[in-house]
């Protein structure tokens, strides 16, 4: 089967699987923001009453509701949560409040993501920055230490969720290009909701919603980790750039199991997303489940590799594979070669 008919088939079977569902979309939304609100208030009441295993559990179920709206808003960026365009967009500015992301430089900024995937000439439009082997051969020592810094997970997840979210959401790339005013709306609806859970639930209800929020951002910037860096990933340029080995072999299916799919919105099934971004979330696993093998362009990746993943810091181009930081001595091999 060549190229062209696999393009076809592939196309021909996520047809389907594309149709929207009113009422499965306001379940959605709706339960989810139901979740939000009564683990916010149950975390806050555990709190209070020095139940910590309780509370705990609470603000790891707000963290997953969080991690589950946004999905919902990115659904509503591609329209793809409802039929209609105009409810799609009335949900994404709600749920922007709770994802702590404006809407409209969002969908931008998102949709720029989706045209240069895999583009090694436009990795300014990907979430998570990649140097390749050679540019990392070239680099000074400080570049280095700076990159080593940033790929490091015990700091990319903690530092990586508080910046992005709570620092540069506030005024985030392309703002100007997309419209300040929306991005001021935005951060004030999210102060009132700041001061809405201090008039309700107090200094401990706002503690419940950092700490909630704070583990969210983490298991955010954990999915979009890996949705695109994992070892036999996909990277190019042009003219040699292919859009269905950027969109099926450059982003990850994620098997990481059903109660992960049901916390973080089938997000997880990414190469499907990008061929195919009018895919509704809520469809994405059976879409996945249903696959034939002959469609699929790489296994899932389970826990172990998940991990393992983190270990590769940059794109060789001429292996075409991710890889771990190369050994002091090869460097200098390199350099005195």
């Not at 490091?152 to 903690?158: C, V």
């Not at 794109?315 to 460097?331: A, C, I, K, N, S």
Request: proline letters at 4%; glycine letters at 8%; a positive charge.
């Amino acid at each position: 089967m060549t190229a062209t008919d696999l393009t076809a088939e592939m196309r021909a079977f996520l047809k389907p699987y594309t149709k929207k569902s009113g009422a499965r979309g306001a379940l959605s939304l709706s339960g989810t923001l139901a979740v939000y609100g009564l683990a916010l208030v149950a975390g806050a009441w555990a709190w209070s009453a020095e139940m910590w295993l309780v509370a705990a559990a609470a603000v790891v179920l707000l963290a997953f509701a969080s991690v589950r709206l946004y999905v919902l808003q990115h659904d509503c960026g591609h329209h793809s949560l409802f039929a209609t365009k105009w409810l799609n967009d009335r949900a994404g500015y709600l749920l922007s409040v709770f994802s702590f992301t404006p809407y409209r430089v969002m969908q931008y900024n998102h949709n720029m993501h989706h045209a240069y995937l895999g583009n090694l000439d436009h990795r300014e439009t990907t979430e998570i920055h990649t140097m390749t082997l050679r540019e990392w051969q070239r680099a000074d020592r400080w570049t280095r230490a700076r990159y080593r810094l940033y790929r490091n997970p015990a700091l990319m997840l903690p530092a990586g969720a508080f910046l992005t979210y709570f620092i540069a959401y506030r005024w985030p790339r392309n703002t100007a290009d997309v419209g300040a005013a929306g991005v001021v709306v935005h951060n004030l609806m999210i102060a009132g909701l700041v001061l809405a859970i201090w008039a309700g639930l107090g200094l401990t209800g706002l503690a419940v919603w950092f700490a909630a929020s704070m583990l969210g951002g983490m298991i955010g910037v954990f999915l979009v980790y890996l949705q695109h860096n994992f070892e036999d990933t996909y990277w190019d340029r042009k003219p040699d750039l292919d859009f269905r080995r950027a969109t099926l072999v450059g982003s990850s299916s994620l098997d990481l199991g059903w109660w992960w799919d049901l916390g973080t919105g089938n997000i997880a099934y990414h190469d499907l997303h990008h061929y195919n971004p009018a895919i509704p979330s809520y469809n994405l696993r059976r879409c996945q489940r249903d696959l034939p093998r002959h469609l699929q362009s790489h296994a899932p990746i389970r826990w172990p590799e998940a991990l393992r993943s983190f270990t590769l810091k940059l794109w060789d181009e001429d292996q075409g594979r991710l890889v771990p930081f190369p050994r002091e001595t090869r460097d200098r091999a390199v350099a005195t070669g």
